[in-house]
């Protein structure tokens, strides 16, 4: 079979398309022809070796992926061929809260991920995709579509009528503008373009902030919420955001820290936090328990996730270039 791999060295140039011998699945396990794969920004810096530095080379990346099984090993009652399935990003949470063992079976590092046209995965760690999805719209869901239902729904317990804070038009961002949507949730949205400030205004959202017309963004936040501030903040931005996150979130509210897009020290006042008894709340995916609830609630709604882009499998390298540079609307895909 045929894999992209990080070899010896770390670095976009490094990646490389490689031949491996067709993995083989033993008792627990399934077979899986994966049809396509999702980027998220860990990948990138997987590859450019920023995201763990000491990651044992050489590592097929990207923990995101779906495809079809094709055999199944001994034991096997959950799934069986012809099943179309995504794997979980954590392949032994399945539910409850992490812990270290647990959080060491990520997919894309450091266990080899997605990107290859044969993966072999136990059966705990896969799900049944909705069957609506194609294989690309499936692909995008283990890691930015399960983070924003973590952050909503099972930390967030947004309701009807609730009100949510979203940074930028990424994957995590854009699955929380919809899934906002199915959960009657009014959605603010930010972004330095106007552009993609109306493709979201599209999708359903109700207040636009211009964050390069108004770098304090949170007063803008404050007037569209009569002063009161939103229920639960979606921060991707990290240290170069959170301060503003902190000033538009309302009196025993929530932030659920996800990304770090600008930065990961943050020095911020903490009379802000405790003033205001906000809480604090990081988010690093989820568990398969989520997975399968958000599952139900994309099917029931025929909800399909946003793609900017899908790139054949031979040029993979080009996706992961397509994220450095920014500046997609959704979810980046590669067809295998």
Sequence with gaps: MRAWEIPGGFGLANLRLAERLDPQPGPGQVLIRVRAAALNYRDLLTVQGTYNPKQKLPLIPCSDGAGEVVAVGEGVTRVKPGDRVCGIF?????????????????????????????????????????PHLTDEEAATLPCAGLTAWSALVTHGRLTAGDTVLLQGTGGVSLFALQLAQLLGVRALITSSSDEKLERARQLGAAGLINYRQKPEWSGAVRELTGGAGVDLVVEVGGAGTLEQSLRSVRLGGTVCLIGNLAGLVAQVSLALVFMQQVRLQGILVGHREGFEAMNRAITQHALRPVIDRTFPFEDARAAFELMAAGGHFGKICIAV
């Design 90 to 130: 954590a392949q032994r949470w399945l539910a409850g809260e992490p812990n270290r063992e647990k959080l060491r079976s990520t997919l894309g590092g450091p266990l080899d991920g997605m990107l290859a046209e044969l993966v072999v995965l136990h059966e705990d760690g896969v799900v049944p995709v909705p």
